[in-house]
């Protein structure tokens, strides 16, 4: 069965400082890969998604990603981070179902970010 | 922009209510799924309809049903509220062909007394 890792529940960062958060998918077929990001009281919004082709897959928002095969990963990274980046993020993995596919999902890491 | 409706944010039942949470979209999207999120177990699929009058099981379907009448609306349904039932829920859909994103409701916190 499909599963994902998030290993880091809560992560805090400086405003202006570097940022990844790690993700971690056993599948036995080529992945697909997403990351989600959910304000509070909000929907989830979709950041990025990885179906093949470059491993290092470009976002919105200024976030990229990539996809590591050997290491079974997918971790998101942005360059400097925003307040406005505080958030939930949720990295995603699809399975193919009937008349379509269904996502599982990490359990979420918390961004806070520090003035 | 693709538009996701949950009909209300907020719900407050008592526990043996039947409880509906109504879902809309306007981008005649094939498919349609509901997701419950709980702190810590992050997002678990209930159910999901990929065309009218069709439905199938997710990882936690126990407890509910659902129903999708016409192509735009998607129901979740409590048959007999329980206080475990509790949660947040969300709404999504997607269009019909492979790996198109998913695009989600602003959610319905639902809490059962």
């Known amino acids: 069965a499909q599963s994902v890792t998030q290993p880091d529940i809560h992560i805090t960062v400086s405003e202006g400082a570097s940022l990844e958060l790690r993700c971690n998918y056993s599948?036995?077929?080529?992945?697909?890969l997403f990351w989600y990001v959910q304000s509070p009281g909000q929907g989830l919004q979709l950041l990025l998604k990885?179906?093949?082709?470059?491993?290092l897959v470009q976002g919105i928002k200024g976030f990229e990603a990539e996809f590591k095969r050997s290491q079974s990963s997918f971790n998101l990274r942005k360059p400097s981070v925003h307040w406005s980046d505080a958030a939930e993020y949720f990295c995603a993995v699809g399975r193919p179902g009937a008349g379509s596919y269904q996502l599982t999902f990490g359990k979420g890491t918390k961004l806070s970010v520090i003035p | 922009d693709v538009k996701v409706t949950q009909s209300s944010r907020y719900l407050v039942k008592r526990t043996g209510e039947k409880v509906f949470l109504e879902c809309v979209q306007d981008?005649?999207?094939?498919?349609m799924f509901w997701y419950r999120q709980d702190p810590g177990l992050g997002l678990r699929l209930i159910y999901f309809s990929y065309d009218v009058k069709m439905k199938e099981k997710g990882d936690i379907p126990e407890g509910y049903s659902v129903s999708r009448e016409k192509k735009e609306r998607f129901s979740l349904i409590l048959e007999s509220a329980s206080t475990n039932q509790t949660s947040m829920y969300l709404c999504a859909s997607s269009h019909g062909q492979s790996y198109q994103p998913q695009h989600f409701g602003d959610g319905t916190r639902l809490s059962i007394l």
């Open positions: 599948y036995g077929a080529t992945p697909y």
């Open positions: 990885y179906f093949s082709g470059d491993t």
């Open positions: 981008m005649d999207h094939e498919n």
